[in-house]
């Protein structure tokens, strides 16, 4: 088959979705691009190839070369889908064996990872939680143990909204987190109701013991529940991780840090750090609580400059040469 009879086949798949299908001249301009493309990866095999000798390694093939030129993940897809559809139309017009774009998957779109603040940011971000309002006011005070406490142990917002001050347990009701300050720890109950206890630095320790005399004028007797919570709103009651979302949110925003701060971008700066500083993955693993050590490699990442620091202090061949 030549090139003509190539074309003529591609002429007519796009008369076909001009006139059967009726589609744009827009849409069906970017379906003859994709084909053109087609037509492209084909011509690498060498001359005289045809649509029907095409497989499926060779559309794994082609998707494999977009994928090598920076072609992301969505546009490979759109081009598969109008392959698709193209040889599903030759196999009316001639005796093609099996459809080979059939089966054949764009790369998955990678997730991308939470972002992390630089760390004199989120020391400045969290350290400065007083400028919410009137310093020494109960809510300003508040907001900075908060603050401290979701940096320095990387709680999960649902896990620090949960905390009370003590461990408490009373009729249908047991604490599902709560704070030592003698012993610097917490404990929270964090995925698959697994707990673990994170050491708590010592800004957050003072934070949170100048907001407890205001935690107690806050407390009302009715509260239940209520009254065990660490952090209280205004009107006694157990802060929600909306409320904390919101609050640090405008937070940020007022001390010019960044638009849309949230407490996860907080707990993913304190995984980064920690990692960054200590190059220990399994304890970064454990102070996060995750179940698998695949989900904190997800979760942090370590920058060249550190991978390159490690390589030179450890490995017994990375030594410069300092002469000849």
Known sequence: ?????????????????????????????????DLRELTSLMQTLGAQWEFAALSHFHIRKFAAQLHSRGLGPSSIARKLSAWRGFFEWLAQQTT??????????????AKPLPKAMAADDAIHLVASGS??????????LCNQAMFELLYSSGLRVSELAGLD???TRQAGYESAGWIDLDGAEVTVTGKGSKKRSVPVGGPAIRAITAWLPQRQTLLKSDQGEHAAALFLTERGSRMSP?????RL??????????????PHMLR?????HMLQGSGDLRAVQE??????IAATQVYTSLDFQRLAQVYDAAHPRAKKITGK
């Open 268 to 272: 993913h700066s304190f995984a980064s």
């Open 1 to 33: 088959m030549d090139a003509s009879t190539n074309q003529s086949y591609l002429s007519g798949y796009l008369d076909s979705l001009a006139g059967q299908r009726q589609l744009s001249a827009h849409t069906i301009s970017n379906y003859a691009r």
């Open 96 to 109: 093609l064996a099996s459809n080979p774009v059939e089966g054949v998957k764009a790369p998955k779109r």
């Open 131 to 140: 400028s919410l309002a009137d310093a020494g006011s109960s809510m300003a």
């Open 165 to 167: 001050l003590q461990y």
């Open 287 to 292: 102070l996060l609580g995750h179940a698998s």
């Open 249 to 262: 949110k405008h937070h940020a925003q007022a001390l010019g840090v960044g638009s849309n701060v949230h």
């Open 242 to 246: 909306r409320v904390i979302q919101l």
